[in-house]
């Protein structure tokens, strides 16, 4: 069957690039979608049996512009979102009243942009949110109430997420840090001064570097959850913010990232995205206990959270764009809750690709995804940008339309490369083109044979 671009190009998902929410009691689902052709902001029951999209509904129909990155108010009463009016990616920051459903942008008429991260003060009242107003994008506090709001924190690097503890008294702030490496600055906000002999002294800001991202407060905000470097591969790391000690979840080959605490209030359970190659999965540890693994399918996972009994995650594969899903942790169903592909593709045919991998001019293997064609002469190299990304098994509609119309497709994951460890991802650093466009062709004598 050949697939027809337009009709593959028009197929929705849901955002896989900035987090869905989960309301404070567990119930709510809140999540970018652009089913109707705009990006819109929907919300469903997490319990519910029906799938999500026969029972979502569009929060925000109203109002012009993309909309992105929900969060729930601590109380569960407003929806936090980043606006994208005109498609520039200067984010207007809203907030949604979900008992009146009444936007208001607290951010109208900028010259500047926001960063579509930010957080919620644990009352409820201010967002700690990532402005360029100076120049560079830095921590700021936006208030609710209209009070101007202020910069508070400027690493004089650009600055990527923001999350604010549940005892309302650490700002976990991510950024850049050398070449494409990142740093997490742990900033004390409203906390006591440290006493001892002589003067109470100010709590230090204390950076993380370890190529550290993905901030992530425990429930009782003891510790701060990230992904770091530990030695070759991402692991999870725990910061203790007494000690501002490091201990590592796990020690495994292969990234781990997205760290995620338990929704309980059970500081021992968490969990992560594990990626090997260009496939991940689910991994989550309670305590000392062995780590465990579960998995949608084949394919790329991301943003865990946790609920009572299971996880709600994104997840897609060649066969299936991105949706939620939610896998039962104590029976191990799984639960599709959104259905983004027409009922038109339910039966077509999308071709999984295959890892491979072919020797480079001096010896080195170099990891692809091969899509083979039925019956194929022909055939295309795709070579991915970055240079700090990678193929994975992804919902792909250039790719499936291709080998459709019997185009083979090689798809290296050269050089520069993330996902294949430390040393393979530097391996690039600072002479990008002769580990990419130069050696593209090492690829043509693998697919003549």
Not at 162 to 179: C, F, K, L, N, R
Request: charged share 20%; net charge negative.
């Amino acid at each position: 069957m050949m697939l027809d671009l337009t009709q593959l190009l028009r197929v929705p998902h849901v955002d896989s690039g900035l987090k869905f929410d989960i309301s404070p009691d567990g119930q709510r689902l809140v999540f970018a979608w652009n089913k109707t052709g705009r990006w819109e902001l929907w919300e469903s029951g997490v319990q519910e049996l029906a799938t999500a999209s026969q029972t979502a509904s569009c929060l925000t129909p109203e109002l012009e512009g993309s909309k992105f990155s929900p969060k729930f108010s601590p109380d569960g009463t407003m929806i936090a979102y980043a606006l994208d009016i005109d498609g520039s990616e200067s984010y207007h920051i809203v907030v949604r009243d979900l008992n009146t459903n009444i936007s208001t942008d607290l951010t109208p008429q900028i010259a500047y942009a926001h960063q579509p991260n930010f957080s919620w003060s644990p009352d409820g009242k201010i967002l700690a949110v990532l402005s360029d107003k100076h120049g560079q994008f830095a921590l700021h506090l936006l208030h609710l109430d209209g009070t101007p709001g202020r910069m508070i924190k400027n690493v004089f690097r650009p600055c990527w997420d923001v999350t604010w503890s549940p005892d309302g008294q650490w700002i976990a702030i991510e950024a850049e840090s050398t070449a494409s490496d990142r740093s997490i600055y742990v900033m004390p906000i409203n906390r006591p001064r440290k006493t001892g002999k002589g003067k109470a002294t100010k709590v230090a800001t204390t950076q993380i570097n370890l190529n550290a991202q993905n901030p992530s407060w425990s429930p009782d905000s003891k510790f701060l959850a990230f992904s770091g470097e530990n030695g070759e591969w991402h692991d999870i790391g725990l910061f203790n913010t007494e000690t501002q000690e490091i201990i590592w979840v796990n020690e495994s080959i292969g990234d781990d990232t997205q760290p995620a605490w338990s929704r309980s209030g059970d500081a021992q359970r968490i969990g992560w995205v594990h990626s090997e190659g260009a496939r991940t999965s689910f991994q989550f540890k309670k305590g000392s206990d062995v780590v465990k693994q579960k998995k949608v399918g084949d394919g790329v996972h991301y943003f865990p959270q946790f609920t009572d009994e299971g996880v709600v995650i994104l997840y897609e594969d060649p066969r299936h764009p991105c949706d939620l899903w939610k896998i039962n942790l104590e029976d191990d169903s799984i639960q599709q809750l959104t259905n983004s592909l027409p009922a038109e593709l339910q039966g077509a045919e999308f071709i999984q690709p295959e890892e491979v991998s072919y020797a480079s001019k001096d010896g080195t293997q170099i990891p692809a995804l091969l899509y083979r064609a039925k019956d194929s002469t022909r055939a295309v190299i795709e070579i991915h940008g970055g240079p700090n990304w990678l193929y994975q098994f992804l919902w792909d509609p250039m790719m499936s339309y291709m080998v459709s119309r019997g185009w083979t497709v090689l798809a290296p994951n050269y050089r520069g490369s993330s996902g294949y460890g430390k040393k393979w991802q530097n391996a690039s650093r600072y002479d990008t083109v002769s580990y990419t466009h130069l050696r593209a062709h090492e690829t043509d004598s693998y697919l003549v044979c």
